[in-house]
């Protein structure tokens, strides 16, 4: 695999597709541009799936996240785009992807955007006491 | 646009209208005046929405927040208020606005107003462990 | 209104009658007496209420909190009683008052004690993602 | 009553029993014995909840705790004991007993117990935005 | 018992079967090898879990950790494995396994593991207000 | 010793004398009345001081606290008062008071009090890396 | 005392002027507006000072820092300003003055002034261990 | 060494005497009991020390603390006492001994005894930027 | 300006040259490149000065922290070439550059440069109690 | 460089040798055995130093971390040995080494070892208000 910036997800067989379990994942060196000014938007991108039949790559993932240093994009088609190509990669039971913005203007955005297969629902929640 | 104070709240048009997902914006610097004594009045603005067909411009929410600087209203009035033109702006599935005032007479306030549009409903919650 | 304390609860009518919204305040300057000892008690505040055709006045508010700096009372029957006296002063849709009183005894207490509207219910949560 | 460590939980009658409420309490001075090796365990013991006919007299409960210093227990088995002894006491409506044992052998030990009376549920729970 | 690294997890009778409660553990020193390239990783290993007749025993526990510092292991698979190894050792109602993974190439990983007894299922959550 | 407001704080003889340590108190239970208003205000009082032959009671310092439950002062003033009335009772080598009063105004102010006995320098400060 | 925006600080005189000591006060509530684009910026103002013969009269600093509201000035010079205006009303012995202005352009600044008394210096410091 | 409370504080030789080093060592665990009502007292013990000849062993400090269990005293006597007992058992260059008590009455209450030997002084300390 | 990435910090005149004042920024959005990997890093820069005749433009900062973002350099001498650069554009009379970088190979790394005009020296602390 | 544990620590040239900086280092990731029982202890390192001709590789310092996973030594003798190792490696002009053990036997605690080439001052250290 090589160290280059690539919007290529690697993927690998899920260990145990038979049940269905969480993978929560934290990025907070996500940075691209703005599509209006040029200058630099940064943001942490959360990412917690319940996998199908693949796992993402941990290394083609930071390099997937390099991928967007140079490419422009609004807040909420930004992390729409990329649920959707984690989607496109993996094909999780479940996706939810939250982007949390950096201060601009004043203000904080956080954006989030979920994915399900056709068919799938969570197990009744456990919540112990 | 101008760099005015300004009621108008500009729109765009929302890049993933497919598919529900959530806004949640953070607006710290809101100052307005007591209907009772003209004395300032501070409070952190929280929005959390879910776009229809329309999402909110960020500068001209900038701007929108700024108008409230010379006008007077109570917590419970102001609150309602913000929640009602947002609302007219982009008339989204959901919508839940948050006002935090600050300490008055020794007591915290918070307001919290809601908004759906008729016959929406959220996807059940997937609450992952 | 006079500055002194009253057990009286000025309101004015809630301007958003029409929809269901959510009033949280916090009263961290809450002493009363111990009725076995006669020494003081400190506790927190905390009232989550819906309202109906009445809000509670901020300044009225805190001269009923005031009120209790020379009464004694079990910190049962005193959460219980502050929720009484806002229903009987408001009749809110639904009340929630927590006391969080103050170590006694090397023991902390919180006493939350929660009142409703015959008939009301809460709209169906919206937990957004 | 005797300023001595005692079994005995004393009790009074609940003020309020019309009524559902919750008195939640934290003790964070109990200590016991190992009964393995008879050196010293440490907890903070939580109590949660709602109380019938009566309630539980707070220094008689500092007694209570007390009562256990020179007693040997597992974490399990000294949980599930004091979740019982105040059953046995104020057979409340519900009960959460809670007790954080302190680091063994590098690893951190929560227990948590529930009892509730035959028939007994709690009101839909209000959840406020 | 001994003090060795082991994979033996020893248990004992629960004190109380006759009721549901909950035993919460928190193992901060987790260590074992990246399979890729033998460097170390390092994790703190979360259990949450609802016995039915065994309990897990905390010194073997402890051992039972420190039976992974030579062996290679994916996140993924590493944290399905424990899950596996405690429900086989104690059969608990319900078990929940968290591992959260130290950063790696930037990223934080945590992975969620559940197993529950076919018909088991909680009692229905009781929140407090 | 009753249990009564008083301002008169009892002393016990120091049992270690040849040396200069320290002894820190929080007492976050303190209230007086504004001298304008007639208002209720709260403090969190801070006491560090070095003993000489006499230190300050527990529970004495608690009833002189209380004492002034019915007294107005101004928050420098009162701040002063203390530390006068501490030193009248024990003459400590050295006494830092510090008075954190709750907001008014939106504004939050400490007054920080110190007192030394002529010729009482502490030993150099031993700061370890 | 008019309940206007003012430039007047009013003073009251030095309950203690005998001794040094330390008054701090904590404005969250400061808003101006940007000289370049006339948008509004908004901070945090701490005062630290030890009084000489005049003391700062907690409402009028109320009004002063509301005076504020429509004029124009950048941080630094913002920061100087107002501390020689507190210099000019009270004199004291030192005067330390903190602007925490809020986020721009995604960068945060803080201003510090500082004033002291000719032949003043401050008793040397006691550091308690 | 046996596993019982005793007041022999068991020693170890410095490895490395040739240099001043800091050794800082935290104890949540102390309880010990009140002198005038003998219920208990709760403290956290924080020891830091440069050590000269000998260090002090771990298991038996654990063994030395236990001691206290069935034991009365003040909180500033007590204190004094431990330190007094740790310069006696290694004679170290410079100690700190501190105990934070339990909340008693609503106050706080750290005790602070140093304890350095003959013409020992630190290095000058280097504070880093 | 233009908005442009540039390494030319535009400068503007120190408003008031007579006393030494303090100017605290954080850049929480910093970005440049490994140079041996060429994979993004990402650091907090703090920048604390004392300004002499000039002081930085805010919005030339931000160009100038963006003009590295397609630069290699490791972290101590990118700290150091950050320094340099804002010595050489307003010649502070002190600055304390910080580069706080993320976490690489588990390992968090800081780095701290200091400069000082010849022959300047800050003002003896005035540290308050 | 190879991808095994080592006790070579790797150096580079001191970028800036004709300054004095700092650099911080935090290594999390630190596991050793008990030399008494042979089991796992963990530690977080810090290394603060001012360097001289060289600095230390950070890969080379993970690799070195490594490198003790299989070795017994007891807590002071460790932290002094890796301190002892680093002078020896890149001969700072000063260095301060950290190591904050996990809880054994309920107690923490922390080691601090510094070392500084003869004749080696640090500035005076400047505190900015
Ligand atoms: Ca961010
Ligand atoms: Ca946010
Ligand atoms: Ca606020
Ligand atoms: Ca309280
Ligand atoms: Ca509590
Ligand atoms: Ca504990
Ligand atoms: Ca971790
Ligand atoms: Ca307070
Ligand atoms: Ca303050
Ligand atoms: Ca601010
Ligand atoms: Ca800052
Ligand atoms: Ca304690
Ligand atoms: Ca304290
Ligand atoms: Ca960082
Ligand atoms: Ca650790
Ligand atoms: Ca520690």
């Not at 969480?22 to 040029?38: N, Q, R, W, Y």
């Not at 999780?92 to 399900?116: A, C, K, M, S």
Request: overall charge negative.
């Amino acid at each position: 695999m090589s160290t280059q910036p690539s919007k290529t997800l690697e993927t690998f067989p899920n260990p145990h597709p038979e049940r269905d379990y969480t993978i929560h994942m934290e990025v907070p060196e996500f940075t691209c541009l703005c599509p209006k000014t040029g200058q630099p938007d940064f943001a942490t991108i959360l990412i917690d799936f319940v996998p199908d039949q693949l796992c993402v790559e941990l290394k083609s993932l930071k390099m997937y996240m390099w991928s967007f240093r140079e490419e422009g994009g609004f807040h909420e088609a930004m992390t729409n785009r990329i649920a959707d190509d984690i989607v496109a990669a993996i094909n999780p039971r479940f996706l939810r992807l939250t982007g949390r913005w950096n201060v601009r203007g004043g203000i904080w955005t956080n954006v989030v955007v979920e994915h399900r297969q056709d068919g799938w629902a969570p197990a009744p929640k456990v919540e112990l006491p």
